[in-house]
């Protein structure tokens, strides 16, 4: 029978780089053809073929109500009636920031953008226009999105800055980026003690969903914001992905439980924030973000930005989540999942450890979670790729790659998650 898949991906691949428009998508890591989606509804998708996923991936974290959620598509449907672009201020401006604001105190003032790369980008700029400073830290396995100064691996060393980690970035763009290990305060303090004053920011994902599932230790999130307050430099919290997914406030509202008081500078948002259309954004305190241009001397602008279906689909889908008892069913439902992978895993023999947060999930072929990067690359990339396969043959659909993190959205039924880990138990069987 043919593979409308790989009939479908031969021909894209004659037009669009790679046959894709992200370059994750393409199954590089894990190989084989990647699934074209044809529809997608509530925890499932449909593919060229006709077969039916389990969605573990939810466009990478937007879909936190599943996909087609009736209300969001009523909204969306709506706002497209009145016009699809402006270009003109709207009040659907004004609620979603208000919304957003309303669930993050650490932030005054929002900025939308069109998507978390800007965000991040713009972030950044914010940062070193406020500061008057052009050195920041970002941390070895945080994505931030593909702007230069930070597509960036770590240096030869702690005092050295970082290398280009794409062609086309230029040497001096990122001679100013310092990259650090995840979790090792020794670095931290020696690169404050080195660069203190000269530091824009520190940028981080507090849960680290581009290491498939870090979390920042309590210490070291403490010592990062004392360092920071101490130097004058702003803390720069890249919620894109963990931003109204592991909690309703966000990682942030999980850290402040853990660490009285605690509050990052700038926040980035991104995914669940947009509902799945292009949508993203940048907030802080209001005198940090009145630096930002018309009221201030740091330039950021889009065409798009807070385009007005697009802030519709975000709106409605954050004022869903916002209903009381969202995140507990959610957040429930994810444990039941890593609970019950953990239990197929140890009763196959295989090294397994796995973690989770509100509707984010991530494993290890481990037996311990790893606390940073170097860690995290010792896992059996060829026994993960198996499991992915084992999965997808059987329709389970995980991310393609073993250090991205997983997502589990309220569609998701308990008859999803037991059958989710009954195909995981006959693929670790078989590993
Ligand atoms: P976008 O430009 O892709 O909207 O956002 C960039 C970004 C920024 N910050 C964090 C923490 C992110 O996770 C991302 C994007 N995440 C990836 C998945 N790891 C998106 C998937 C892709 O690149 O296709």
Known sequence: MTDLNQTLFDRAAKVIPGGVNSPVRAFRAVGGTPRFVQRAQGAYFWDA????????????????????????????????????????PTEREIELAEEILKHVPSMEMVRLVSSGTEAGMSALRLARGATGRNKFIKFEGCYHGHCD?????????????GNPTSAGVPPEVV??????????????????????????????????GNMNFVRASVPFMKRCRELCTEHGALFVFDEVMTGFRVALGSAQSVYAKLIPGFQPDVTVLGKVIGGGMPLAAFGGPRAIMQQLAPTGPVYQAGTLSGNPVATACGLATLREIAKPGFFDALGARTQSLVDGLKGAAEKAGVPFSADCQGGMFGFFLLPELPQNYAKVMTSDSPKFNKLFHGLLDRGVYIAPALYEAGFVSAAHTDADIAQTVAVAADVFAQL
């Open 49 to 88: 073929n006709g077969q039916k996923y389990i969605d573990y991936i939810g466009s990478w974290g937007p879909m936190i109500l599943g996909h087609g959620n009736p209300v969001v598509l009523e909204a969306v449907q709506k706002a497209a009636l009145d016009g699809f672009s402006f270009g003109a």
């Open 149 to 161: 100064a930070l597509l960036v691996k770590a240096g030869s060393g702690l005092a050295t800055f």
């Open 175 to 208: 001679r100013d980026t310092l990259v650090l290990e995840y979790n090792n305060i020794a670095q931290l303090e020696e690169a404050f003690a080195l660069h203190g004053k000269e530091l824009a920011c520190v940028m981080i994902e507090p849960i680290a």
